[in-house]
């Protein structure tokens, strides 16, 4: 049963725009969802869609300017991020929500070897400790093989799935509530990603977090995602439990999403691929954002934008149409 006691962060009706108020770039356009304590969510869509600037917005990393949070609110444990200080900022920044970013190489500094980048992390907040002691526990935990000797290596002598490892454990640092892998496998090839999926879905469940996946491939949340959030031009037009939206998608993005995924079932022929690209954001079609692309559009689609549609307990549509998907 879901009760607010259940909820780690709540996002309600959040605007996120960039360049002049006057004129924006609406990047996030009036979106709300939830992630709940110890679960695994995803957010899902294609490139541009606004879901990077979402996770960082989590915690208020969009950088004022160009950003401009124009509406909206972030709870998390009942306090809105949107109105904390600086102070609280930097107290919850990797002590409750901490990030994995999708291409370590970038993240990691070349320059200094990786006990140092973990130790780091330790002494800014975590003092007291034995940062070295706690550095190979944490290498070890995400899976590492001879931690201890590891420490001293520099970034570009690991592999680029050893490389996410160490962003994993330095994000795990400080014992987060709430961990944000922002496309943690793009970089990555199949295997790889594969065993990162896995490790993350290890972690949560050893440690009790919760996990906010952020992808553009459904297939990768299929076995780990509990709730599934589908996001198309900075709206989110689908939202449910995994299974429901997997198993009965009610929104024809949703649709397109999943057809899209390669099956290893024998079946042949090509992939269903979704017609045109993401609208630019300084020239939104009329309507349902999505009606341009989409194989079930009807003139009210061009007229009218759909509102969030119910349909049933926890599964919302943004779609004038769901009912006969």
Avoid at 63 to 75: F, K, T, V, W
Avoid at 237 to 257: C, I, K, N, Q
Avoid at 276 to 283: A, E, K, L, S
Wanted: hydrophobic residues 40%.
């Amino acid at each position: 049963m879901e009760t607010k006691e259940n909820i780690l962060l709540e996002v309600k009706d959040l605007r996120v725009h960039f360049g002049d108020e006057h004129d924006p770039v609406r990047a996030v356009d009036g979106i709300s969802f939830s992630i709940h304590k110890g679960e695994t969510s995803a957010l899902v869509g294609e490139s541009g869609c606004g879901k990077s600037v979402t996770a960082m917005a989590l915690a208020r990393l969009v950088p004022q300017p160009p950003g401009i949070y124009a509406g909206g609110e972030i709870y998390y444990y009942g306090n809105d991020v949107l109105k904390m200080s600086a102070r609280r900022l930097r107290q919850m920044r990797g002590n409750d929500i901490s990030y994995v970013f999708q291409d370590p190489s970038a993240s990691l500094n070349p320059v200094f070897r990786i006990g140092y980048q973990i130790g780091e992390v330790l002494h800014l907040h975590r003092r007291g400790l034995n940062i070295r002691n706690e550095s190979i526990e944490l290498m070890r935990l995400v899976g590492i093989p001879d931690p201890a000797n590891r420490l001293d290596s520099y970034p570009h002598e690991l592999s680029g799935g050893m490389q996410q490892r160490v962003m994993i454990a330095m994000a795990l640092a400080c014992r987060p509530k709430l961990l944000v892998a922002d496309e943690p496998t793009t970089a990555l090839d199949v295997t790889i990603q594969a065993q990162i999926l896995e490790l993350l879905a290890s972690l949560q469940q050893r440690l009790g977090m919760a996990v906010l996946l952020i992808t553009h491939n459904l297939g990768l949340v299929a076995g780990m995602a509990h709730r599934i959030h589908v996001m198309y031009s900075g709206r989110i037009v689908e939202s449910g439990f995994a299974e429901d939206v997997l198993l009965h998608p009610r929104h024809p993005y949703t649709r397109g999403l999943l057809n899209a995924v390669p099956r290893l079932n024998g079946v042949e022929g090509r992939l269903e691929g979704i017609e045109g690209n993401v609208p630019n954001p300084r020239d939104m079609p009329s309507g349902c954002k999505f009606h341009p692309r989409c194989p079930y559009r009807r003139e009210v689609c061009i007229e009218r934008e759909p509102a969030d549609e119910e349909v049933r307990e926890g599964w919302l549509s943004r779609c004038h149409f769901w009912r006969e998907l």
